[in-house]
């Protein structure tokens, strides 16, 4: 049976890691899709307050994640950090649990779960730690089964989270499914984690945290990073659009979102591997290249759909393609800055806010001067415009 398990998944790190990181995905997973409900219709919160909190605990999560994995790469060490702020995690949820006031959802959001969001940077670290050594096929390998644990908490967890409130007056005790996954989490950091004799190297040459940012906002860093901000905002914008035109254009109803999100996930897990393997004959940048066109085209038709079948005769076109977005670019922002594992994995935080960003200023763009499908054809558009970028400065370079 064993033999069916790549051998660079047997490294007790990368095992506990992956772990780690579902755990981790667990608890974004159980609370995310309510959490609008618990801050607005259940604690009071307004709309406009609301999404101010939302944006300003991104900005949060990218300061804290550049800045503790400067830190993690200066002292040599992510255990005790990884530890450090799963306890932010637990304590951030469940406050919101015990204590379900405004006040301690603004302090939970804003400052506790940003703090606890960067532990996703850092477990990424020192899976990057663990792999030094390893040839790139098999970092790209082990980035890809570790990011489809992610994924599968997603196909999992809401559904579950779901059917056990579905007769509840609140949705709080998801915060309580969360802070137990956190408690998880910390748990097989600190005992099943092994510690690495590579984790104890400080980085050669340390960076105060100015440069450190001075690092990420580097021309040939950033620009970089922006392409593949651009190709990711196309998965935020097809967040944003997917139930509109299902239920608008596509005349389905609201139940087949659900349907749709789950087969799409579930996709995104077995081609994320896929993936992975793929990366063995070809190199990180064409892998990405094809994965984008991939997604362009699913958006493109996307904006031509005018039925329900339709819809879902994309999936396995988005599950591909969104495999290849949110699993590849990992090991691409990490190579940007390699010599430091720590402060290289922050950029995939770095990349969340800045697709998340472009992808808001894509759907108001959309929305204004055209329909919800006219909105598909234009996050197509970015995507394409990213993939160009990217095939720019890496040709520059010859990187790949």
């Known amino acids: 049976m064993t033999r069916l398990i790549p051998e660079v998944f047997r490294d007790p790190t990368i095992r506990v890691s992956m772990l780690a990181i579902f755990a981790f995905g667990f608890a974004g997973a159980a609370t995310s899709p309510y959490q609008s409900v618990v801050g607005i219709r259940e604690l009071g919160l307004s709309n ?26 200066r002292i040599g060490e992510y255990r005790t950090m990884m530890l450090t702020v799963a306890l932010f995690g637990i304590l951030g949820y469940g406050a919101v649990y015990v204590v379900p006031t405004q006040a301690t959802f603004i302090l939970a959001a804003l400052f506790l779960l940003p703090i606890y969001g960067s532990l ?11 792999t030094n050594g390893m040839e790139r096929n098999n970092v790209a390998t082990v980035n890809s089964g570790v ?23 609140s949705m709080l005790p998801a915060y309580l499914f ?93 081609f994320i591997v896929v993936w992975g393997r793929a990366q063995r004959i070809m190199s990180h940048v064409t892998a990405l290249a094809l994965g984008t066109v991939i997604y362009v085209v699913y958006l493109l038709l996307l904006g031509l759909a005018s039925a ?13 393609g969104a495999a290849a977005l949110i699993s590849i670019p990992i090991t691409y922002l990490q190579d940007l800055i390699a010599e430091r594992p720590g ?15 472009l992808s808001a200023l894509l759907f ?24 160009a970028m990217l095939l720019f400065f890496d040709g520059a370079r010859r990187r790949g």
């Not at 996703?120 to 663990?130: C, I, K, T």
């Not at 690092?215 to 901000?229: H, K, L, N, Q």
């Not at 402060?343 to 960003?357: C, D, P, Q």
């Open 48 to 73: 406009g307050l609301y999404s101010a909190l939302i944006f300003c605990a991104a900005a949060v999560n990218v300061i804290v994640s550049i800045l503790l994995g400067n830190l993690a790469d």
């Open 343 to 357: 402060l290289g994995s922050a950029l995939i935080s770095v990349n969340i806010f800045l697709s998340a960003g």
């Open 178 to 270: 969360a802070g137990l996954a956190c408690a998880v989490c910390f748990g097989l950091i600190a005992v099943f984690l092994p510690r690495q004799s590579g984790t104890d190297k400080a980085a050669t040459r340390h960076l105060s945290y100015l440069a450190a940012l001075g690092e990420v906002i580097s021309p040939p860093v950033f620009v970089r990073v922006i392409a593949v901000a651009l190709i990711s905002s196309t998965l935020h914008v097809n967040g944003a659009i997917l139930p509109l035109i299902v239920t608008g254009a596509a005349h389905g109803s609201v139940a087949d979102i659900g349907v749709l999100v789950g087969i799409v996930a579930l996709l995104e897990v077995i």
């Open 308 to 320: 329900p079948w339709h819809v879902y005769a994309l999936t396995l076109i988005s599950g591909i």
């Open 364 to 387: 108001a763009l959309g929305t204004a001067t055209s329909s919800y499908s006219g909105t598909a054809v234009i996050g197509a558009v970015a995507g394409v415009v990213g993939l």
């Open 147 to 169: 990011r489809a644990m992610i994924s599968l908490s997603w196909v999992l967890v809401p559904g579950i989270t779901g059917a056990l409130l579905a007769n509840s007056a």
């Open 120 to 130: 996703n940077s850092l477990l990424f670290a020192n899976v990057r730690v663990a």
